[in-house]
């Protein structure tokens, strides 16, 4: 997720690096194991956000 992390500029924020990987969990407990699936709905989770 250091993809991520560079482009979306994530702090080094622990507390921020939790969430994220809170929700990267859930991703995965919902059935999306491939890294790059992970990463492209992070991201796209994001944009709807913002």
């Not at 921020?16 to 992070?42: Q, S």
């Amino acid at each position: 997720m250091e993809a991520y992390f560079a482009r979306f500029a994530v702090r080094e924020d622990e507390t921020e690096r939790d969430k994220l990987a809170f929700e990267i969990l859930v991703l995965f407990d919902n059935g999306i194991r491939d890294e790059e699936a992970l990463l492209a709905e992070m991201i796209r989770r994001r944009q709807t956000r913002h």
